[in-house]
């Protein structure tokens, strides 16, 4: 690699300006961002990240599940190009970080290589992956889930939120349907930056965290049916509550994720009485669960023991409780010469890091299916994610960006 990029590093302060000029597409009075996906505020990011991606010289294609790709050609076009970014959509209480840092850094990157007059042997390409966060449609992930396979794009197309739109219906509202097929953009290997979003490499004082593997997700929807009754005049012994049922699932969730612990997780994130009144008993609430593990066989036993839970609280209460696994993704394993090429680079540019494995999903665990696929880590302030506090420091967002940089420079290779 020549003197140039050897010693490359991206432009901090530019990077940072970016993060922040976009947190205004969705800004919350607290200080965060609600950028549901494929709504006006989705949109309005799009828009600003199209135009960047075409300031900088990129061709930009957005396929039938409005993913956007912004390609850099390199000097060997016969190959696919590195793959690089991350999401724009954020969660309902979202913070500036999450998705974003890794998608604005890829852009940054090629910001970077254009100043620089890099040219690199194999294309580069930064991706926007629709509906990461998954909670306006379920999946999360679902737009690079359809890339590997695990879905067809009608399939996603046809997911309904919560008001009963459609993913067709909401691409089309923002004009982000594109022509190209979900799967024909290919790609050598995928690298993802992303913030930590859990407490470790803050605790331990790392800068880089070299991801090698991420856990597993289990995720169910639910119904609980008892019966309504008058809150006044129905007596303890006789009431079917369906709130008190959920609150027993809920402590139950609890327990058996400790009991697999620590490597295991479970929340109830959701739950909505059909019909709430203060003096009626609730008949009918709707609830999700969210479980995780980065071993595959602590993923079957929480499924099973939760199975087991639901049943025993159901006969007991005399409700029935309908439990649909609606998704779920194995553990990851990253591929390891890419992990090896992040530990390098991170190594190469004298940043702290270790070993980790990610506590959240990514499209990087999806994408690495059927490609090579590693991440990045960067601490964020006390560990807190999905949460208008998020934050992350200005240094440790670059030292990220530089680390990402240097493992695409090292997979794509400097022309000359
Ligand atoms: C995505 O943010 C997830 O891990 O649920
Ligand atoms: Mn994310
Ligand atoms: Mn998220």
Known sequence: ?????????????????????????????????????????????????????????????????GSMFGLRKGRDMSKPPIGVGSHLDTQPTGGKYDGVLGTLAALEMVRT???????????????????????????????????VGDFTTDDILSRKDAEGVTVAQALDTIGYRGDAPVGRQKFTSFVELHIEQGPILEAENKTIGVVDSGQGVL????????????????????RRDALATLSEI?????????????????????AVIAAPSRNVIPGEIAFTVDCRSADAAIMDALDRDLRAAVSEIAAKRKVEV?????WRKAPT????????????????????HRRITSGAGHDACNLNTVMPAAMVFVPCKD???????????????????????????????VAS
């Open 250 to 270: 809920v402590l139950a969730m609890e327990s058996i994720a400790k009991k697999h612990g620590p490597k295991a997780v479970g929340t109830i994130g959701e």
């Open 219 to 238: 995720w169910y929807d639910g119904k609980i049916t008892g019966f309504e009754s008058h809150a006044g005049s129905t007596p303890m012994p006789l």
């Open 322 to 326: 309908q439990l649909d696994l609606v």
């Open 383 to 413: 560990g807190i994610s999905h949460n208008e506090l998020e934050d992350a420091k200005q240094t440790d967002c670059a030292a990220g960006a530089n680390v990402l940089m240097h493992t695409v420079l090292a997979l794509a290779g």
């Open 333 to 352: 394993h990253f591929d390891p010469k890419l992990v090896d090429a992040v530990e390098n680079a991170a190594k190469q540019l004298g940043y702290s």
């Open 1 to 65: 690699m020549s003197r140039a990029a050897t010693n490359l590093q991206i432009d901090s302060a530019r990077l940072w300006g970016a993060i922040h000029e976009t947190a205004q597409f969705g800004a919350t009075p607290k200080g965060g961002v609600r950028r549901l996906t494929l709504s006006a505020e989705d949109k309005q990011v799009r828009d600003w990240f199209r135009k960047a991606c075409e300031d900088a010289g990129l061709e930009v294609q957005v396929d039938a599940l």
């Open 113 to 147: 290589l254009n100043d620089a007059g890099i040219e690199t042997e194999l294309p580069i390409c930064i991706c926007n992956w629709t509906n990461e966060e998954g909670s306006r449609f379920a999946p999360a992930m679902m737009a690079s889930a359809a890339y």
